[in-house]
C-alpha cells in the first residue's frame, strides 16, 4: 500500500485516541462495575484464587481478565482507565495479530487494509472501550485461531508446524481462564464442520495433541483444580449451571428471538457493510482443492458456527458475537484491488447516508420526544450526534475525491468513522446518571464516604468501585445468590432487620430505588437525602 509513512503517522495517533478513550467517561452498570470491582477487590484483600463481588464470593467467571485489571491498578492506580485497560489493550493487540496474519498470508496492501477496517468497526471499537470479558476473549480466539492457521500453512516443517500449534494451545488455555470452556468448544466445532464440508480430515492428525494438550492443562487446569478445593460446589455451578443451563435455557432472563445477532452483526460492521457482505456470501467458495487446507473456508465456518452457536442459546447479549470479527476482517481484505475499489466507493456512499441519518435524527428528536412523550436526548449528546453526522459526511465526501488513490479513500473512511465512534465515546458521559452510580459518590462529601452502606433491594455495581469498599445487601440476592448461601451473613435478608440497623447507626448510608424511598419515610426513619442518578437515591441517616 503506497503512503507508508501516513499510515504509520495515522497509526501512532490512532493508538493515543484509543487509550485517551478508555476513560471517557464513568463506569457504566452492570457490566463494568461488577468488571472493575471484582479486581479492585482481589487487591484489597490479597485473595488472588476467590473472585468477589461486593464482598461475596462470585465465581460466574474465571480470573484471568480480573488478574490483569489488577496489575493495571497496581501499575496506574484505581480508575475508569485502567479498568477498562485490559479490554483496550486486548482490542488493540487482536488488530495487530489480524495484521501479521494477512501481512504473511496477503501481502502488506492488504494487511493495511484489514487493520483500517477493524480499528474502525462499530461494535469491536465500542467493546474494546467497554469493560467486559468479551474483548479479552476475542484476542485469545483469534491468537488460537491465527496461530492454528499459520501451523497448518506451514505443515511442511514440521519444527514450525509444532511452535505455531502450541501458540493456538496456549491461546486456548487463556481463552479459557478468561470466560470457560466455550473458548475450547467454538475451535473443535468450527474443526468439525470445516473438515466436513471440505474433506479435510487430516486436519486432525495435525493438533499436535501430544505436545499441545499438557501445555493447554498446565495453564488452564490450576485455577480450576484451586477452586473446587476451596469453594464447595464450585464445578457444578460452574460448569453446570454457568455453561450447560445458561446455555440451553432462560435462567438468566436474557433470552432473545432467533434473529437476534442479525441486526447486531448488520450494524456492528458499519461502515464497511459491502466488504462484509461480500465476505460472508463468498467465503465458503473452496480456495484449494478438497483435502487440503483452505484458509478461507476454515475462516468462514469459524464466523457461522460462532455466529449459529450464540443465536441458538437461550442467553444472547450484543457482544457475545464479538468473536467473529477477526476472521471477517482477514476475509474482508483478502481481495483484489478492482472489488476493493468498488467496495470502497459504496462504504464512502453508505458514510454518507449515515451521516444524514444521523443529523435527521438529532434534529428531529426533540420534536419526536414531545409528539410520542418520550425522554429528550441531553443538549450535549444531541450536540455531539450532530459533529458526527458532520464528521460522517465529510469522511465519506472525501473518501469520493480521493476514490482514484485506493489508500487515500480507505483512510478517509477509516478516519471519519473512528473519529464518530471517539466522540460517541465522549459524549456517553452524559447518561451517566442514568447508567452510573459516579454522581452519587461524587455527591458525597468526603467524611461520609467511609460511612456503612447499604444497597437496600436493588444493588447498582459501580457503587462499591466508586466508594472503594463493599456495601451491605438488603433484600437482594440474583446473582449473588450461590455466595450468599455460602455466607448467609453477608447480606441483611429483610426488612426490619435492616430498620434495626439503620436506627442503630450513629451514621449510615442507604442507595435505593425511589419508589422505596416512601417506605422509609412511611416508617419514620431518619434519612437526609443526598443526591438522585436516574432512579437511584442516596440517602443517609443524618
Not at 334 to 346: C, M, Y
Not at 390 to 418: M, T, Y
Amino acid at each position: 500500500m503506497t503512503h507508508a509513512r501516513l499510515l504509520v503517522a495515522l497509526a501512532i495517533v490512532w493508538v493515543a485516541l484509543w487509550f485517551a478513550l478508555l476513560g471517557a467517561h464513568p463506569l457504566f452498570n452492570p457490566d463494568e462495575g461488577r468488571y472493575a470491582e471484582i479486581p479492585r477487590e482481589m487487591l484489597a484483600t490479597g485473595d488472588l484464587l476467590v473472585p468477589r463481588l461486593n464482598g461475596i464470593v462470585y465465581i460466574e467467571k474465571p480470573p484471568l481478565q480480573y488478574w490483569t485489571t489488577a496489575a493495571s491498578y497496581r501499575l496506574f492506580g484505581v480508575s475508569e482507565w485502567s479498568a477498562r485497560l485490559s479490554a483496550g489493550v486486548a482490542g488493540l493487540l487482536t488488530i495487530l495479530i489480524v495484521f501479521g496474519v494477512v501481512d504473511r498470508m496477503r501481502g502488506r496492501d492488504a494487511a493495511w487494509r484489514a487493520a483500517l477496517m477493524g480499528g474502525s468497526m462499530l461494535l469491536p471499537v465500542l467493546m474494546s472501550h467497554h469493560l467486559t470479558l468479551d474483548a479479552s476473549l476475542t484476542l485469545f480466539t483469534t491468537g488460537a485461531l491465527a496461530a492454528f492457521c499459520l501451523a497448518q500453512v506451514d505443515s511442511r516443517d514440521t519444527a514450525r508446524h509444532r511452535r505455531w500449534m502450541v501458540v493456538a494451545w496456549i491461546a486456548a488455555a487463556l481463552g479459557v481462564l478468561t470466560k470457560g470452556i466455550v473458548a475450547v468448544f467454538l475451535p473443535l466445532a468450527t474443526l468439525t464442520v470445516y473438515s466436513l464440508l471440505q474433506r479435510d480430515f487430516q486436519v486432525w492428525r495435525r493438533l499436535s495433541l501430544a505436545r499441545g494438550v499438557p501445555v493447554f492443562l498446565l495453564i488452564a487446569a490450576p485455577w480450576f483444580v484451586g477452586m473446587e478445593r476451596n469453594v464447595p460446589g464450585f464445578f457444578d455451578f460452574f460448569f453446570i449451571r454457568e455453561h450447560l443451563q445458561r446455555y440451553l435455557t432462560p435462567i438468566e432472563d436474557r433470552q432473545e428471538a432467533w434473529w437476534f445477532f442479525l441486526p447486531v452483526l448488520l450494524l456492528g460492521v458499519l461502515p464497511w457493510l459491502p466488504s462484509a457482505a461480500r465476505a460472508l456470501v463468498t467465503g465458503w467458495r473452496a480456495s484449494a482443492p478438497r483435502g487440503q487446507f483452505d484458509v478461507r473456508r476454515f475462516l468462514w465456518c469459524w464466523i457461522v458456527v460462532t455466529f449459529v452457536f450464540f443465536s441458538a442459546s437461550d442467553s444472547k447479549l450484543v457482544p457475545y458475537i464479538l468473536p467473529i470479527f477477526p476472521p471477517l476482517w482477514i476475509l474482508m481484505a483478502a481481495t483484489d484491488e478492482e472489488t476493493a475499489r468498488r467496495e470502497t466507493a459504496r462504504t464512502a456512499w453508505e458514510l454518507l447516508g449515515c451521516g444524514l441519518l444521523v443529523a435527521a435524527f438529532a434534529l428531529a428528536q426533540p420534536l419526536m420526544a414531545e409528539r410520542f412523550a418520550w425522554s429528550a436526548l441531553p443538549p450535549t449528546l444531541q450536540t455531539s450526534l450532530l459533529v458526527i453526522a458532520i464528521v460522517l459526511l465529510a469522511g465519506g465526501i472525501a473518501s469520493h475525491l480521493v476514490r482514484a488513490d485506493l489508500a487515500l479513500a480507505q483512510i478517509a473512511i477509516s478516519a471519519a468513522a473512528f473519529g464518530s465512534l471517539g466522540i460517541l465515546l465522549w459524549a456517553a458521559r452524559a447518561l451517566t446518571p442514568i447508567y452510573s452510580g459516579e454522581p452519587l459518590v461524587r455527591a458525597l462529601p468526603r467524611d461520609l464516604r467511609s460511612a456503612p452502606a447499604y444497597a437496600v433491594r436493588d444493588y447498582d455495581q459501580t457503587l462499591p468501585f466508586y466508594l472503594r469498599r463493599t456495601t451491605t445487601l438488603v433484600e437482594e440476592r440474583n446473582e449473588l445468590d450461590f455466595g450468599l448461601r455460602l455466607e448467609p451473613w453477608r447480606s441483611i435478608q429483610n426488612w426490619v432487620e435492616f430498620e434495626k440497623q439503620w436506627r442503630r447507626s450513629e451514621q449510615a448510608l442507604a442507595v435505593l430505588d425511589e419508589r422505596d424511598l416512601d417506605q422509609f419515610q412511611r416508617r419514620d426513619l431518619p434519612l437526609r437525602i443526598r443526591a438522585r442518578a436516574g432512579r437511584e437515591v442516596l440517602v443517609s441517616r443524618r
